[in-house]
């Protein structure tokens, strides 16, 4: 029998409500970046604060959920001591990745929100909100390289030198 995640929100939903979350998280991070400007700053507020509503909805659900569940929160220290134990599963390096863009991101829509009250804080953070972007981009080349470089890479050697074949 296999064990179940406990909590509130489980299985196929938990799954389906995470994409959910990603893609508005991801969405409203790219308009919000590209809305900078004066011309559409109405917009990139929006988006930012929309932002800053998916990073506290993720960090609520994250707490609610249970162990085994999707959505709990990424705890890298753990995973790292479960993959040293021999623990196999997944790379630590999706939790740890995952605990630095919620905190990267979070930080940019926190310093957002702020900048529209106390207005030194602009600087910082479209500081942040640019360095963001390397983590970002180094989070999409680790997904890619996880899930399609790995497999092409194994399938290399056959296609360099192809197997014997037994006459028949």
Known sequence: MTERPSGWLTG???????KAWHAALAGGFLVAYFTAGEDYFAMHQFAG????AAI???LVL???AGERSP??????????????AGGGGRSPWFALFAAALLAAVGLVALTGALADFVPR??????????????????HVAFVV???WGRARLA??????????RSLP
Do not use: Q
């Not at 196929?12 to 995470?18: F, I, P, Q, Y």
């Not at 959505?71 to 993959?83: C, H, M, Q, S, T």
């Not at 804080?121 to 180094?138: C, F, K, N, Q």
């Open 155 to 164: 399938a290399l050697p056959s296609a360099i030198m192809p197997r014997k």
């Open 145 to 147: 390289w996880m899930y």
């Open 62 to 64: 994250g707490v609610m």
């Open 71 to 84: 959505l709990r929160l990424p705890r890298p220290v753990e995973a790292v001591r479960r993959w040293r």
């Open 121 to 138: 804080v602009e600087d910082p953070h479209e500081a942040i909100a640019e360095a963001s972007l390397w983590l970002i981009g180094g």
């Open 56 to 58: 506290v909805a993720r």
């Open 12 to 18: 196929r939903s938990a799954m389906t409500v995470l």
């Open 49 to 52: 604060y929309g932002v800053l």
